[in-house]
């Protein structure tokens, strides 16, 4: 059942090159409540226990070279149906396949600089929020 949170990162890159504010305006403006927002730098360690999922992956050591190489903004969004909708307004994980007006569609560079994470399960959505925000029951 689909429950009303969801978790988002805004990668490296997006950061680095001033995109945040546009970004976070978009998120908003879809509805999403922002519910709790840090800004933050990973260890390639830390980078690469968020993305364990995909350990056996062939991009996983990259991506967690990517994730750790600046600051990211690590955020809680509220909304009704948050998880599905949010992945509807960052698009496909190639931006080649993002449609029109997605986030990755305006920001991504590549499939692994794609701009943006979004959970993609109520689950998830509770573990990665709670990976950044231990607390989030206070929120
Ligand atoms: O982020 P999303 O859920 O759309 O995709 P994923 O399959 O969970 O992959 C996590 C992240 O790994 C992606 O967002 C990309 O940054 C990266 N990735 C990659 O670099 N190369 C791939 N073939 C697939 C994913
Ligand atoms: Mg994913």
């Given at each position: 059942?689909?429950?009303?949170?969801?978790?988002?990162?805004i990668?490296?890159?997006?950061?680095?090159?001033?995109h945040?504010g546009a970004i976070l305006k978009m998120i908003e403006a879809a509805g999403f409540?922002?519910?709790?927002?840090?800004?933050?730098?990973?260890?390639?360690?830390?980078?690469?226990?968020?993305?364990?999922?995909?350990?056996?992956?062939?991009?996983?050591?990259?991506?967690?070279?990517?994730?750790?190489?600046?600051?990211?903004?690590?955020?809680?969004?509220?909304?009704?149906?948050?998880?599905?909708?949010?992945?509807?307004l960052i698009?496909?994980?190639?931006?080649?396949?993002?449609?029109?007006g997605t986030i990755?569609?305006m920001y991504?560079?590549?499939?692994?600089?794609?701009a943006v994470?979004?959970?993609?399960?109520?689950?998830?959505?509770?573990?990665?929020?709670?990976?950044?925000?231990?607390?989030?029951?206070?929120?």
């Amino acid at each position: 059942m689909a429950t009303n949170r969801t978790f988002t990162m805004i990668k490296p890159d997006a950061v680095a090159e001033g995109h945040s504010g546009a970004i976070l305006k978009m998120i908003e403006a879809a509805g999403f409540r922002i519910v709790a927002l840090k800004m933050v730098r990973l260890t390639k360690e830390r980078a690469g226990q968020f993305y364990a999922v995909h350990q056996e992956r062939p991009f996983y050591d990259s991506l967690c070279t990517y994730m750790s190489s600046g600051q990211i903004i690590a955020a809680i969004l509220e909304k009704k149906n948050a998880v599905a909708d949010f992945r509807t307004l960052i698009g496909a994980t190639n931006p080649a396949d993002a449609a029109e007006g997605t986030i990755r569609k305006m920001y991504a560079k590549s499939m692994e600089s794609n701009a943006v994470h979004g959970s993609d399960s109520d689950e998830n959505a509770q573990i990665e929020g709670s990976f950044y925000f231990a607390d989030t029951e206070k929120f």
